[in-house]
Structures are given as C-alpha cells and as structure tokens.
C-alpha cells in the first residue's frame, strides 16, 4: 500500500524532493570527474622545441637545392648564398627554392642580392635591422 501513496505523492509533486538530491549527487559527481581531467592536462613540457639550427648553403649547382629545402623541413634555419651561380642558375634555384618555401609555408628574408634568410613556419624574421640601416640610426657618431 505505501507504494501506491509514494506514487501517488510523486506524481503529485509533493515527494519530488528526493528525486532532485539523487540528480544532484550524479551531477556533481560528473563535474569533478572532468576538473581533475583538465588538471592533468596542464602539464606542458617547456623543453620541445629543443635547440635551434642555423645552416649556411652555398649552392654550386641545381642539384644543391633540394639539401636546403630538406633542412627547412626538419625545421633549420637557413641562410642561402648565390653568389657563385651564374645568373641562369641562380634564378632557376632561387625558383626552386621559393616552390618548396610555399608548399612548407617558411619565409624568407633577402639580405642583400644574392643572400637570404629562409626560416620554417615555427620562426618568425624580423626584419628592423634593415629599416635602421636604410635610416642610418645604428651608429650615430
């Protein structure tokens, strides 16, 4: 017979109280299950990126420029001179250069004619060394 009352005091709303605890209880527990997975997940580890290359690529010949695209992928910086190809060549690796700079998204820096700067996408080249220099404003005496 209490059966039947409990149900009939359910429906009825007046025994929904502790219906309302239950939920509760079963919430709360979901909360403090995901706070403690985010807590875990903080930790970072400072020391991946590891240390910085930079590599100097004097090319000779076309057959040198995909070495300098190789050390882009495994994410060295490179400085690039041109200066010992003759001016065929020299557009013809500075082309291939920039089509593997593009499909890897680096970037390059021109230093002067015939030297640039070629760094990955995790390397950003500041170029304000070259606007104090257009200025004159490094040594001022």
């Known amino acids: 017979m209490s059966k039947i009352l409990n149900k009939f005091k359910y429906l009825m709303g007046i025994d929904d109280l502790d219906m309302d605890e239950d939920y509760e ?3 709360e527990d ?9 807590v875990n997940n903080k930790v970072v580890n400072i020391h991946t990126s590891g240390n910085m290359k930079l590599v100097v690529h004097e090319p000779l010949n076309y057959e040198d ?3 300098i695209i190789d050390d882009i992928k495994i994410r060295k910086a490179v400085i690039v001179s041109l200066e010992q190809l003759d001016p065929e060549m020299k557009r013809q690796v500075f082309d291939f250069i920039n089509g593997g700079l593009y499909s890897l998204e680096a970037n390059i820096q021109k ?5 640039f700067v070629l760094a990955p996408n995790n390397v950003e080249i500041d170029n304000n060394m070259k ?3 257009k200025n004159n404003e490094i040594f001022r005496w």
């Open 30 to 38: 979901l909360l403090t299950n995901t706070k403690s997975k985010r």
């Open 111 to 115: 230093v002067t004619t015939d030297i």
């Open 65 to 67: 420029a995909p070495k």
């Open 131 to 133: 606007n104090e220099l």
């Open 25 to 27: 209880e079963y919430g």
